[in-house]
């Protein structure tokens, strides 16, 4: 069964759990937030991790890659993600947590993730500037081994009501 993330075909009140991983910036964040409190259980939870547009501006793309950050302006920031759980009446903000992760990759890898549009923000670009933007992108980077800190932000939110115990 297919459907959109803002109108899921689920019974309501069915779901402990709802997960989005690296996505939410391709939905209506509002209507998702909407339709997720709907399925949820009460007690039930929300897991949204993502990277804000400030986390994204200190990746190896957001610092090199030509265009990327402009391209790129679908990324919710932390403080917009708490204030559209708080517009739910039914969600209710339970945390957020940052997680960082040191990396490093070698221009030729870069490379073919760029060409592979290894990230959604790729597919912004038409394939001649894509291939432009690459090459200046391999020429500008500092080293032979590259390193930097991707950084990302996990908003967990519960389902309002009482949660129904075993037994």
């Not at 090199?64 to 708490?82: D, H, K, M, T």
Request: charged share 25%; glycine share 8%; aromatic share 10%.
């Amino acid at each position: 069964m297919r459907s959109t993330a803002e109108s899921l075909p689920i019974r309501t009140g069915s779901l402990d759990l709802v997960t989005s991983f690296n996505s939410v910036h391709h939905f209506d964040l509002g209507r998702f937030l909407v339709a997720v409190a709907r399925v949820l259980r009460p007690g039930g939870r929300l897991f949204v991790y993502t990277r804000t547009p400030e986390q994204n501006a200190r990746t190896v793309w957001g610092r090199y890659f030509p265009g990327f950050l402009e391209r790129e302006q679908r990324l919710y920031g932390e403080r917009a993600l708490r204030d559209a759980v708080r517009q739910v009446a039914d969600l209710a903000l339970a945390g957020t947590r940052t997680f960082s992760y040191q990396r490093s990759s070698t221009p030729e890898r870069l490379r073919a993730q760029a060409e592979g549009r290894h990230y959604s923000t790729f597919s912004l670009y038409a394939p001649e500037e894509l291939a432009a933007a690459t090459d200046a992108f391999v020429a500008s980077l500092p080293g032979p081994e590259v390193s930097w800190v991707d950084e990302y932000l996990l908003v967990v939110a519960r389902r309002r009501g009482h949660a129904r115990r075993a037994g």
